[in-house]
């Protein structure tokens, strides 16, 4: 690997370091510049401007998150044990920093910012192959349709877990459980 490439990725892991840490509303190029141990210049030298600074980093960090989920040792499992063993997790230190940024990246999103929005979306494309691959579907569902509907929901508990409405939760999961057992 080139010296340059090298500088690159160095960047790339410090400012998500960063981005993880201290969240998007503070990253300025300044203050990437300042974890990366570079200056505002030379970041702009690596990235043509902070909005393919913030798609590469926050790529970096949705594949450091999926990364940290499949080493989780997640099996194929069914809907309904899915959502609570995600849920869990969620609740790990290692992955609270990911779902915490992730909320604030779609609030961004949601709020003008094209390039953000791209990444978003991209990030979500992600997280639905995740379930495709993780949900086993019993006879007769479909695996896109539960793929889905896995999404929709854990990115549901994400934001009243966010809110700290516990007791909304704990109605969800145990609706989801009674499903089951039906």
């Known amino acids: 690997m080139e010296k340059g490439e090298k ?5 790339i892991a410090k400012t998500a370091d960063y981005i993880l840490a201290n969240g998007l509303q503070s990253a300025s ?3 990437l510049a300042k974890a990366a141990n570079t200056s505002d210049r030379m970041l702009l030298h690596y ?6 600074l913030f798609t590469v980093v926050l790529s970096s960090i949705s594949q450091q998150l999926i990364s940290l989920l499949q080493h989780a040792d997640i099996k194929k499992q069914p ?3 899915l959502v609570p063993f995600l849920y869990h997790m969620m609740q790990d230190p290692e992955v609270r920093p990911y779902i915490k940024l992730w909320l604030e990246l779609i609030t961004m999103a949601s709020d003008e ?3 953000l929005k791209v990444v978003a979306r991209d990030i979500c494309d992600h997280f639905y192959s995740f379930y495709q691959e993780i949900l086993l579907v019993e006879e007769g569902e479909d695996v896109e349709q539960m793929a889905a509907l896995a999404l929709v929901t854990v990115e549901g508990i994400a934001l009243l877990d966010a809110l700290g409405d516990d007791s909304r939760i704990g ?5 989801i459980e009674k499903r089951s057992n039906q």
């Open 7 to 11: 500088k690159k990725r160095e960047i």
């Open 29 to 31: 190029l300044r203050n």
């Open 47 to 52: 990235f043509t401007n902070k909005e393919e």
């Open 79 to 81: 809907f309904h044990t």
């Open 113 to 115: 910012h094209d390039s």
């Open 171 to 175: 109605l969800a999961l145990k609706a």
